[in-house]
């Protein structure tokens, strides 16, 4: 019995990815609840309890699912964002010749990295350059605009890869940092894209704080 509550104990301290953190209990209190010798005794309740183990193995199966739902929000909102501004860059008034387009839109991976990647040329510098960014959901603190939507992390969980291609020669950079640039920037007085973008975070069980918001 001791052994099986250590292992429920390490269950708990591992299950660490975004939105996990609402299912650890259940997950730890279900491992238990099946591996204890005291549950498992064949008597008079086994029924009872087979009846029990089904129900509580349906919440943790729904709350899971719950979550996977509001992690497709996060990307219907980040996607249909990311595709408004590529249609819209050249209507903006302040376009200043940089253009952008999509590589790989927004995902989340089955360890709940989000990514995603753009191309961007320029008339400031020649040939092109891809950014890809990758942050952990988890990491994720803080929402803001500083001309561009930024979600803060904590320390150096941003990796940044940029390739540039100049003269038909590519070269590549990788960073660590703590900003993830959403680049979505052409609209302004968007104020409550920020609520919603904060909202379905805070719906998968991610906590993030919206601190400022300046176009």
Known sequence: MKADIYIGLFLWKNI???GD???????FFWYI?????????RNEYSDNL?????????VVFGIWSAIGAQETKILRILNRELKKEV???FKSPNFNGDTLRIIKPFSIDIHKNLSFAVKITSPYFTGEQIITQQVPLNSIKKLGKD??????????????VYTRTADGVPGEERTKGNLFFLYLSNEKQNDD??????KAFEKAGIK???KYWYD
Not at 147 to 160: H, K, R
């Open 193 to 198: 894209l920020g609520i919603e973008i904060q």
């Open 21 to 27: 953190k609402y299912l650890r209990r259940f997950i």
């Open 50 to 58: 087979n009846m029990k183990k089904k129900f509580l193995l349906l």
């Open 33 to 41: 609840f099946e591996n204890c010798e005291f549950i498992n005794r």
């Open 147 to 160: 001309i561009n939507i930024i979600l803060e992390t904590e320390t150096d969980s941003v990796t940044t």
């Open 16 to 18: 660490t990815s975004a």
């Open 87 to 89: 249609k819209n860059q």
């Open 208 to 210: 993030v704080d919206k």
